[in-house]
């Protein structure tokens, strides 16, 4: 086997790695993205200048949470590129194998 080769069979062990790590981190980026904390408050609602606090509204259009909500998509659409250029390379092996 060329050298070409075996870096190709590397990439491949790192490919199953980078799938098996994806599998374990995946549903728990999801829920970071997806969780809102709202801070309490114990002295009831408190009143700004502005108007009522609205601490909901604050930690949904917190940027860090959009941070991340942005991330995972990325990440589903980097997700099924990939499977797509797996599925390429698949069939460009089968090939060359007839």
Known sequence: ???????????????????????????????????????????????????ISDPTGDAATDPRRQRRQSRVKQSRKEIRASLTSAHSALSNVIKAAE
Not at 3 to 9: F, G
């Open 1 to 51: 086997m060329r050298s070409i080769d075996r870096e190709v069979m590397l990439m491949l062990d790192d490919l199953e790695q980078a799938v098996f790590d994806l599998r374990r981190i995946y549903p728990s980026a999801v829920a970071s993205s997806q969780s809102v904390k709202v801070a309490s408050s114990s002295s009831g609602v408190p009143i700004r200048a502005s108007g």
